[in-house]
């Protein structure tokens, strides 16, 4: 989701190859085509704020660990429309991506603080303090931790007075389909809290669609 | 009245009279004017296609075929040698490059004649029937070779084994035109051809290039050839490396060819990334040769880097998309250029999406989108096979890049192509770019693909079936209401439940997945499945219980998940269709599914589970029971531990709403 501008400063680029091909996902909460909504807080120290928010998934690539897709922010003060963004994202799954970010700014300490903010994190603390947690068998585990980075406005101009800067760091529960993270820019109000929850769109239960790349 | 000749119309008559004149004069009792005559037709018809076609249909060659005959007869003379020797070397002309030569070469029955030249004792004899032949074998008409008669492959080997060097490259023609199956390249390898082609690369540039196109031809997919050749000789695979700095730019074209048919072949080889790179390197320098070389470097090309991210990133860095964008702005290129290059980029752009990025960001797309309409149909499918490559990244699809007039409607066009394999490529980019994630799918509808796809579903062609309703349900993924009704009502609800029910299971996989995308989303989508008194519903409901693989089997369920997440009325339409079995005596499909080795038909079957005990849903506790009943709640429970965490956490969710709803036994 995009945030004010503060400084300017060019969007990252993700390097990460991806096949186009869709892979069968981790979780199936987390598929191509699955929606979420819920709040960004952006409050500042002036003034206390949560903008709505709702996610799709585009694309998943588990074995390059990628997934894609867009973010639209709802209640934006300076846009007169929702303001869509297109983000790509790194699974962290030890073998594609692993804990520490590595760019956009971020250092290692950066990355510990603020997978530290995810209760389902804390198992793997100390091995991570110890070697980033390079070892860790994470594909059993019944959370998901993803890093979501916007790369472009989809709907609006870049002069829309707003930056996507900086990144999410993520957590993603299999078992309810539902998303934490935390927005990190240095320019930005630190920890700016991202809650999702998977949604049905007024079906008594949960629907799957998909689609697949030649 | 007659009237003076114009001086042209005098030109031309006379021209034919010289030539009917020849004709007479080939086949003159007397050597010496058959032997000039001979040596006349060939230094005329040499290189010149016009003429060949023109003598041709003199019918020059059964009478230089008949002087060869009559020759050999009497082959005792010097004059008939010489006789030999022309009348081999005009037959060898008429074929080279010539398929309607090389046809009425073999009509004629000289043939036989040529290869028994090779048996004369005059060098010079043997050298011109060998070189005839030769040009015979550059054609896909010459006969095919049987190695497999011991006789043959002796003769073969005795070519091979030859001093003169045009004998030797006649054996490796042989094999690259007649070797296509494992049990002959076997047969080959176990007569020692591979050693004999070795010793070879170290002869003439002619035996070198001959022997390096045999060699791929041998060791093609068949890793224990291409094993033999590595291990035989240690010089074996240097000597080909080494080749590859030849002087001659065809040497090392086949030089890297070969090279890449041992890679292919056994990845095990050729891994250090020094060759990779020096691979990449030298065959886009090839691409500029302006000739033969260059336009097959572009395939050879293709061939390295397929399937192999590895090889396609160092081509990216290499700049080979820069390059190749280069070499498409050429004007008036030849279509076999043309068609190789767009393999090239489509080949470059399948897997990375920095290579896509590039391609996109160069403008290449436009080049590609004026292929499309070419007039050569090799050049039109390459197109559409680079588009499809291209639009792979879903990055770009978000943007909606691909979505645009003239990329559609170029693209809709090719869905009616006479060729078929230019029909099967286009629906491959279509089937990409309907997938567009902006609200732009109507462009493709206005463009009247819809229509076309839909035609196009109904093929008798199963492979057209299939790719058109690949693009169908991807049409579909995530399609307002205005689009899913206007792919329903030109689809119709029996051409639905027909395809479905299709005789192949990769079209019903198809079918079922667009239903599965057509129900999904707005909640009144669910109602397209009870049109026609539910025939669409009834057809998927027999397709599950005779399930024939895996992925039907998940599609069928997702759909029925999908309905089981409307109201209790979908809800009981579906628990109709997976206790209709279990009403028949029969085991019911979901319990199959249930106990499945597919994990992901697991999940599927877990879902529709799910959805039909959604705790809000006022009839969850009566379903709970029947489920019970059937069976279903006890698998369920036994799932508890399963090995994918995916369906472990499902089975939980599903567990726990039983027991919210009040299964006493849960």
């Known amino acids: 989701m995009p945030v004010r501008v503060v400084e300017s400063s060019a969007p990252s680029q993700v390097s990460g190859a991806n096949s186009g091909k869709t892979s069968p996902p981790a979780c199936t909460l987390l598929s191509v085509g699955q929606a979420f909504s819920g709040t960004q807080n952006v409050s500042s120290l002036q003034k206390d704020e949560a903008w709505r928010v709702n996610v799709r998934i585009q694309g998943c690539d588990l074995e390059h660990g990628y997934l894609c897709g867009t973010m639209e922010a709802l209640n934006v003060p300076m846009a007169d429309t929702p303001v869509v963004t297109f983000w790509e994202g790194e699974i962290v799954d030890t073998i594609n991506y692993t804990f520490f970010t590595g760019k956009w700014e971020a250092t290692p300490e950066d990355d510990k603080k603020h997978w530290d903010k995810f209760p389902s994190f804390s198992p793997f603390k100390s091995q991570v303090e110890f070697d980033g947690g390079k070892n860790l068998d994470l594909s059993n585990y019944p959370y998901i931790f993803m890093r979501w980075k916007e790369q472009y406005f989809v709907n609006v101009g870049t002069d829309c007075g707003l930056t996507i800067a900086g990144f999410y760091y993520v957590c993603f529960s299999c078992s309810d389909g539902s998303i934490s993270g935390f927005y990190y820019d240095p320019n930005s109000s630190p920890f700016q809290k991202l809650e999702l929850k998977s949604t049905n769109d007024g079906r008594s239960g949960f629907s799957f669609s998909s689609y697949e790349l030649q | ?666």
Not at chain 2, 23 to 42: F, H
Not at chain 2, 191 to 196: D, M, N, P, Q, S
Not at chain 2, 369 to 376: F, Q
Not at chain 2, 571 to 589: P, R, Y
């Open chain 2, 1 to 666: 009245m007659p009237t003076p000749a114009s001086p042209s119309a005098s030109a031309s008559s006379s021209h034919r009279r010289a030539s009917s004149d020849l004709m007479v004069r080939i086949g003159s009792a007397d050597s010496e004017i058959k032997l000039r005559a001979l040596r006349e037709l060939k230094n005329q018809i040499i290189g010149n296609r016009t003429k060949k076609l023109f003598f041709l249909k003199l019918g020059a060659v059964p009478a230089v075929s008949c002087a060869l005959a009559e020759a050999q007869a009497q082959a005792q003379a010097q004059a008939q040698a010489d006789l030999l020797v022309q009348s081999a070397a005009a037959l060898g002309s008429f074929a080279c490059g010539f398929d309607a030569g090389v046809r009425a070469v073999l009509d004629s029955g000289a043939f036989a004649n040529l290869v028994a030249l090779l048996s004369f004792p005059d060098d010079k004899v043997v050298d011109a029937g060998a070189r005839s032949l030769r040009m015979i074998y550059q054609s896909k008409l010459a006969p095919k070779y049987d190695f497999l008669q011991e006789e043959n492959m002796e003769f073969l080997l005795s070519l091979l084994n030859s001093e003169n060097e045009t004998v030797t490259g006649l054996g490796a023609s042989i094999i690259i035109h007649s070797c296509e199956t494992v049990v002959e390249q076997k047969a080959l390898c176990h007569a020692g051809v591979l050693k004999k082609l070795t010793s070879l690369l170290e002869g003439s540039p002619s035996q070198k290039d001959a022997s390096l196109e045999s060699l791929a031809t041998i060791i093609k997919k068949n890793p224990e050839a291409a094993s033999k050749f590595v291990s035989e000789s240690r010089r074996a695979l240097s000597s080909v490396t080494d080749l590859s700095k030849d002087r001659n730019p065809r040497t090392r074209l086949l030089a890297c060819m070969c090279l890449i048919v041992i890679r292919n072949t056994s990845p095990c080889y050729l891994q250090d990334i020094g060759i990779k790179t020096k691979l990449v390197y030298l065959l886009l320098e090839l691409l500029d040769d302006p000739g033969q070389v260059g336009e097959e470097a572009s395939f050879a090309f293709s061939s390295l880097l397929a399937q192999k991210e590895d090889l396609q990133k160092l081509a990216f860095e290499a700049k080979a998309i820069d390059k190749l964008h280069n070499h498409l702005q050429k004007h008036l290129l030849q279509p076999r250029r043309y068609q190789g290059i767009l393999l090239a980029l489509a080949e470059l752009c399948s897997k990375l999406e920095s290579c896509r990025s590039r391609f996109l960001s160069l403008e290449v797309l436009n080049l590609v989108t004026d292929a499309l309409t070419h007039e050569v149909a090799d050049v039109r499918t390459a197109a559409c096979i680079c588009l499809r490559s291209v639009s792979r990244s879903i990055k770009s699809l978000s943007a909606g890049h691909f979505m645009k007039e003239m990329i559609v409607i170029p693209l809709v066009r090719l869905l009616h192509d006479p060729s078929t394999s230019v029909q099967v490529a286009a629906l491959g980019a279509v089937s990409n770019i309907v997938v567009d994630f902006t609200t732009a799918k109507s462009t493709f509808l206005q463009c009247g693909g819809l229509k076309l796809l839909v035609q196009l579903s109904k093929s008798m062609d199963p492979i057209l079936r299939l790719n058109a309703l690949w693009g169908l349900r991807n049409l579909m993924f995530l399609a307002d209401n205005t689009c899913k009704e206007g792919i329903f009502l030109e689809l119709t609800a029996p051409s639905l439940s027909s395809l479905i029910c299709d005789p192949e299971p990769f079209v019903q996989e198809q079918a079922l997945a667009l239903v599965r995308n057509l129900v999904d989303g707005c909640l009144d989508s669910i109602e397209y499945v009870f049109a026609e008194d539910g025939i669409i519903l009834d057809a998927i409901g027999r397709q599950l219980q005779s399930a024939s693989k895996a992925e039907i089997g998940i599609q069928g369920m997702y759909v029925l998940s999908n309905i089981a997440s409307g109201n209790e009325f979908h809800k009981e339409a579906v628990m109709h269709q997976l206790l209709l079995q279990v009403n028949n005596g029969t085991q019911a499909f979901i319990l199959k599914f249930l106990q499945s080795n597919d994990s992901q038909l697991r999940t599927a079957a877990i879902w529709t589970i799910i959805n039909l005990t959604f705790p809000s849903s006022p009839g969850a506790s009566s379903r709970v029971v029947k489920l019970r009943n059937a069976g279903i709640v006890s698998q369920i429970k036994t799932m508890v531990n399963d090995p994918c965490v995916d369906v472990k956490l499902r089975v939980r969710t599903a567990l726990g709403q039983f027991m919210t709803i009040g299964d006493s036994s849960t």
